[in-house]
C-alpha cells in the first residue's frame, strides 16, 4: 500500500480545493496524509498526562477551523507543523506544574548523564541516548514550555536554527536568546539539585 502512494504522490493542492468545498472523504484523505507527521511531533513535545490522541484532534481540529487562514505562503506541511508545535506548547502551558525534583530521584547512570550534558553539552555517549533523553524529560519539565521547546529542538532533535524558526515563528535571535537561557535555568536547576543532595 504504502509503495503505491510513493509511486503516486499525494495530491495536495487537490485535496484542500476538495475539503474546502466540504468533501468529507478528503477531509479524511488529509488527515491520514498528515497524521504521521502530527504524531512525530506530538511524540517529542506532549505532556506526560495527556493523551496523543486528544492532542491530535485538537491539531486537526485547529488545523480546519484555521483553513481559511492558509494563503500558500509557505508549504501546508509546515503550517500544519507550526500549529502542531504551538498546540504542544499550549498544552504544556495548560499543565506546567513545578513538581518536587530531587537529586536522590536521579539513578547513578542519570545523574552521570546528565552531568555530561550539562557540562559537555552536545557531547553525549551515544549508548546514554536513551538514559539522557528521560533524564532531560525530568529538568525539562520545570522550565517554560517555550524553553523547554527551544532546547528539544536544539540539542535533542538537533534541528537547525532556520528549521526550529519555520516550526515555531520565532525569529533566530529570539532562538539563541531562549536557548541560552533555558540552558542556564537547567544548569541552575542542576546545581540546586545537588545542594539538595549534601545539605
Known sequence: MSS???DEPFDLAGCLT??????????RDLVNHLYPLVLRIIRTRRPRRVAEEDI????????FTRL????GNVPFTHWV??????????HLRAQQRRPEF???????????????????????????????????EKLLSLLKPEDRTVIQMLDLEQK??????????????LIKVRAFRARRKLQKLFEELKKKEHT
Open 4 to 6: 503505491d502512494a510513493d
Open 18 to 27: 476538495r475539503v474546502r468545498a466540504s468533501d468529507q472523504a478528503a477531509a
Open 56 to 63: 491530535a484532534q485538537d491539531i486537526f481540529l485547529k488545523m
Open 68 to 71: 481559511d487562514q492558509y494563503q
Open 81 to 90: 507543523s507550526r500549529i502542531a508545535v504551538t498546540t504542544c506548547i499550549d
Open 102 to 136: 530531587r537529586w536522590a530521584d536521579l539513578s547513578e547512570n542519570e545523574a552521570q548523564v546528565l552531568d555530561n550534558v550539562l557540562t559537555n553539552e552536545r557531547e553525549v555517549d551515544a549508548g546514554d541516548a536513551l538514559a539522557s533523553s528521560e533524564l532531560v
Open 160 to 173: 537547525s536554527l532556520a528549521e526550529i524558526s519555520q516550526l515555531t515563528g520565532w525569529n533566530t535571535t
